[in-house]
């Protein structure tokens, strides 16, 4: 394999699963010229007239779609732990004896490291979308045939709507569809909120399968899947289980140390001056996340502040901020709990959104760059402010991209991270994958103190008078290695070994992943 | 006998480590270790271990470390520990380098509004105790510790008084109740604490025994800076002694009292509404007021309930009371602005300080606001405030 050295100073492949690679040149450098990619026409003639499109089961509509050895299989990840669906699409896919099928998935859970006897056995040649839990550590222990291939969820779209990757068959998990097609993710037994990330799916696929386990009769309405652009519907007897695709409810973090990172950074954003009238911010679902927006909420509310928009991953938490009149609206893309998914069913303001409208870079604009303020995590920062979010400092994959990397763009972009975990530092002198350049990384919020890149000189400025903790990164960096008893030793990584690729938003190659020598 | 074990053995362990040792005839040192963090700190913590055997003087060992990602002074403090399981007449202790970011004094009067409890066998908890700015961080060799770990927990609690940044929080030991408490004082004497806890503080003759014993230690390991007590009042004896008690060395700093103990003591249940104790807790302060020393109130157990907190940091602060123990860092942040002075009382302070010194710089020996003369002890309580708020602030 042939590595080349990009932009970043990161050594990469130029073909990667018998695909030609362009090496990262630089945030905004890559500019690639061409029409987007189109799918094939088809004819009314070729689909009944009665709309209805259900086929008997998944096997036959994988027959009548064609599939052939070496396809191209795509499924969402709207239905996260709980997915059933992705999982018997691949039993069945082996019981027919197909071989070498490229999965994309918008990304994996580890439901699915059910499909790992499926990567060892030539059914599945390699994953494009992420690799979490125990795909990771099989992709890192370099078990799996092909080259794995991370892209962010506005980096899937890009790489769909630009050609680079064509799906065969789309296999669209639906908790409510008719036999049309038309579908929605915010009602039926297994709801999850809504569809985006399966929107390129349905518009680019060769063949477009709806696997729902709730069929109404035309019209399903409001649709979020157009059925115009499905070939089959299928029944099953479920897609998954509830309490693993939404959360009953979502808990804020109950550890200290995380209670005071995420009031770091409410107060940050109200003493920097983010926090003012018409702002918006991204807050996930993670616990510190969480944190963070009802720190932010208490500040709002004191302070008569109210928000423009707030991008979910929603909650209860930001549910509760938009019925409370703290913000006009939340763009959603993708629902954790049962409160954002009754919200977005019943509020009008509560608006669904893709990667294609909030993520995808290949596009006329995207909502992310247009956010006040972003709060992301990482598995590693380094001194430089790089951060990485695919792979921990043991060199083994864990975690999908999201949409962190096309977050980056936001106006101000904040990771909120512990200084270390149990022995781990967090803060590094270089990252062990390089996920995000350190140019698009404003501030780090540790426990131990705020650090503001230094390129940042109008924040530097703004909370000059703060009381705030603000520390160089560089001082942090030291005081945790102090604690954790010296610098960490690197992974041993076969460095001839690409096991998997990290593509940033523009669809270039930001770095590579190595095989780990066990 | 030539196995002995030390350390915390269950998969829901962080940050800690259980080692085996097994003395051999030959083989020289074997180590088998299992580690969370093998790729990033195995080879270091192997190193730590040849160190230690060649320290201790042992040649032939098999080692067995399940490792959930302990620091080293952790390490350290187990395997030490395991030794001296397996050979009590061991001595000898090996003791990580002071942190020199810990090399700050305390004074007897500091302000001392929060105090928080970290159990004395639990060193995850230490590293970012100090972040939560607790006026004071209470390691706890005494009830935190389970029996059969105390000897455990001396280890780990030297260890840290040594090597942990606290950040600037006063460093308390609470030792156990005497007699043992007065063996637990090498363990904590000589290793850079700023106040000793004695809990169950029944006659002022407990807190001259802890001094004698803090004297010699002391002069044994030239420590020349102060040690302060604190004594703690559980029982019904020991408020019928407080004053005594308080005045009982010019080393303490203060007087705390315990409701748990004392409810039981006097064979009640403790309340919110706190009946019960409202007459101990007034002597105690009356006591350590006239002793000159701080009162110190008890823990608010629920950790959920912050109103409640606040609630009872604003009744403790009309009896008199200076401090209250917190058992989870978030208690905190609630009892320092519970404490802290209203705007009205910053106000009045304000103009009281200004007035003196107006009157000082003029010569005057009498200081008034309008009509109202002003002495010193009200000055004094006027300054008081003001300090009270700049630490607040800082």
């Known amino acids: ?518 | 006998m030539n196995k002995a074990s030390a350390g915390k053995r269950d998969p829901k362990v962080r940050s800690d480590c259980y080692i085996e040792i097994e003395e051999e005839k030959r083989g020289g040192i074997k180590i088998d270790l299992k580690s969370k963090v093998e790729i990033m700190y195995g080879e270091s913590i192997k190193k730590t271990i040849l160190e230690m055997c060649e320290f201790y003087g042992i040649k032939h060992l098999s080692v067995l470390i399940e490792d959930a990602g302990a620091l080293p002074m952790t390490i350290q403090a187990r395997f030490e520990l395991a030794v001296k399981r397996l050979h009590p007449e061991i001595e000898k202790e090996f003791l990580p380098p002071f942190n020199e970011k810990n090399n700050y004094g305390t004074k007897k009067d500091r302000l001392r509004r929060s105090r928080l409890y970290l159990p004395g066998n639990e060193p995850k908890f230490y590293p970012n105790a100090g972040l939560h700015n607790p006026d004071g961080i209470i390691l706890d060799l005494e009830d935190g510790v389970a029996p059969s770990e105390k000897d455990a927990a001396r280890l780990i609690v030297r260890n840290a008084l040594r090597a942990i940044d606290f950040y600037g929080s006063e460093r308390m030991v609470r030792i156990n109740q005497l007699p043992r408490g007065l063996d637990d004082l090498k363990f904590v004497v000589p290793h850079n604490v700023h106040i000793i806890l004695i809990p169950k503080c029944e006659t002022a003759d407990d807190v001259k025994q802890v001094e004698e014993e803090a004297k010699r230690l002391k002069k044994e390991n030239r420590i020349k800076r102060e040690i302060y007590f604190m004594p703690i009042i559980e029982s019904a004896l020991g408020i019928v002694n407080a004053y005594e008690i308080a005045s009982a060395s010019k080393n303490n700093c203060a007087l705390a009292i315990g409701l748990e103990d004392y409810t039981a003591d006097i064979g009640t249940q403790r309340t919110n509404e706190g009946t019960e104790s409202f007459v101990a807790r007034s002597q105690l302060v009356i006591a350590a007021k006239a002793a000159g020393i701080q009162a110190i109130d008890t823990v608010f157990s629920d950790v959920n309930d912050m109103d409640g907190l606040r609630e009872s940091v604003i009744e403790a602060k009309s009896l008199g009371f200076e401090g209250k123990g917190c058992i989870h860092p978030r208690q905190i942040k609630v009892v320092h602005e519970a404490f802290a002075p209203t705007e009205a009382e910053i106000e009045k302070a304000e103009k009281i300080v200004a007035a003196f010194k107006e009157a000082k710089k003029k010569g005057l020996g009498v200081v008034s606001i309008g009509s109202k003369m002003i002495d010193a002890p009200v000055v004094k309580r006027a300054e008081k405030v003001l300090e009270t708020v700049k630490a607040l602030n800082s």
């Open chain 1, 1 to 518: 394999m042939k590595l080349v050295k990009n932009a970043a100073g990161r050594l990469v492949p130029t073909v990667v699963n018998g695909v030609k690679q362009v090496p990262y040149k630089g945030v905004a450098k890559y500019k690639p010229k061409g029409n987007k990619y189109g799918s094939p026409i088809r004819s009314c003639a070729d689909y009944p007239d009665d709309g209805n499109k259900v086929v008997k089961n998944i096997r036959e509509a994988l027959i009548k779609a064609g599939l052939k050895d070496g396809m191209t299989i795509s499924t969402h990840h709207h239905l996260r732990n709980g997915d059933v669906v992705t999982n018997l699409l691949f039993d069945t896919i082996k019981s027919m004896g197909i071989k070498n099928i490229r999965w994309f998935p918008s990304a994996s859970f580890p439901v699915h490291s059910h499909l790992i006897k499926y990567l060892e056995d030539g059914t599945i040649h390699h994953i494009e979308g992420s690799m979490n839990g125990p795909l990771g550590r099989f992709t890192s222990l370099g078990k799996m045939k092909g080259t794995g291939v991370l892209r962010s969820h506005g980096g899937r779209y890009q790489a769909v709507q630009d050609g680079e990757v064509h799906i065969d068959i789309a296999v669209i998990a639906a908790p409510t569809a008719d036999p049309f097609g038309n579908a929605t993710g915010d009602r039926g037994p297994a709801a999850c909120g809504l569809l985006g990330f399966a929107l390129a799916d349905s518009q680019y696929a060769d063949r477009v399968i709806v696997a729902t386990d709730n069929l109404v009769p035309f019209p399903c309405t409001p649709w979020q899947i157009q059925g115009n652009n499905v070939d089959y519907v299928v029944e099953v007897p479920t897609l998954g289980d509830p309490s693993k695709i939404v959360s009953g409810t979502t808990q804020v973090t109950k550890s200290p140390d995380r209670l005071l990172i995420a009031e770091y950074i409410a107060r940050f954003l109200d003493e920097s001056g983010i926090m003012k009238d018409g702002f918006s911010f991204q807050a996930g679902a993670g616990g510190t996340n969480l944190a963070f927006a009802v720190y932010l909420k208490e500040l709002m509310k004191k302070k008569g502040i109210k928000a423009r928009f707030i991008r979910g991953g929603s909650t209860k938490y930001l549910v509760e901020m938009l019925e409370e009149g703290l913000t006009d609206y939340i763009l959603d893309g993708q629902t954790f709990d049962l409160e954002g998914v009754r919200s977005m069913r019943e509020n009008p303001n509560h608006i669904n959104t893709s990667p294609f409208t909030s993520y995808n870079y290949h596009g006329k604009g995207n909502f992310a760059s247009m956010l006040d303020a972003v709060v992301l995590g990482a598995t590693e920062v380094d001194i430089n402010f790089n951060a990485n979010v695919v792979s921990h400092s043991d060199g083994y994959l864990l975690h999908g991209i999201g949409g962190w990397q096309n977050c980056l763009f936001g106006k101000t972009t904040i990771l909120a991270i512990p200084s270390f975990r149990d022995r781990i530092p967090v803060i590094v002198d270089e990252v062990t994958t390089l996920v995000g350049p350190g140019e698009l990384i404003d501030v780090i919020v540790t426990e131990r103190g705020i650090a503001i890149n230094p390129k940042r000189k109008d924040l530097l400025k703004a909370v000059r008078n703060s009381s705030l903790p603000i520390r160089p990164i560089e001082e942090i960096y030291e005081e945790i290695n102090q604690i954790c008893g010296g610098k960490p030793a690197k992974p041993k990584v076969n460095k001839k070994k690409v096991v998997a690729i990290i593509k940033w938003v523009d669809g270039t190659v930001i770095d590579s992943v190595y095989q780990v020598e066990e």
